[in-house]
């Protein structure tokens, strides 16, 4: 099942993709760069400031689909419930092994007196 989160991310992705490849559509093969039989194409200074424009939007595109591609691939994070019960568990558990280990200190001192006879 897709969380909330998940399927925003899917939608960025697939938005911000669909926004790049129709944009890039429209500008080279729409905007006629070559030009046609009654004009000349696009002149130099056409070219000099659409494609650092072009790159700066698909860049721009590129960083929203990466984003929502993580959201889209990260799974969504457990229910606080989960996580507090799982503190309180290990809160109780605590106890009972600092008393284990309280019982081998008081042990050792035995062990190193009889070596030592």
């Known amino acids: 099942m897709v969380g909330k989160d998940q399927a925003i991310g899917g939608a960025i992705f697939v938005v911000c ?3 790049g490849v129709l944009y890039t559509f429209g500008l080279f093969y ?3 760069p070559l030009g046609t039989e009654n004009t000349l194409g696009w002149r130099i200074a056409d070219w000099l400031i ?3 424009v072009f790159l700066a939007f698909i860049a721009i595109m590129a960083i ?6 993580t959201m889209a691939t990260t799974p ?3 229910p606080i419930e989960e996580i507090t019960s799982e503190i309180e568990e290990r809160v109780e558990e605590k106890p009972a092994e600092e008393a284990a280990k309280e019982t081998e200190e008081e042990k ?3 062990r190193k007196r009889k070596s030592e006879k």
């Open 17 to 19: 993709m669909v926004i």
């Open 108 to 110: 050792k001192p035995e």
């Open 30 to 32: 729409l905007g006629q």
């Open 64 to 69: 929203g689909a990466w984003i929502g591609w």
């Open 50 to 52: 659409m494609i650092p």
């Open 76 to 78: 969504p994070p457990k």
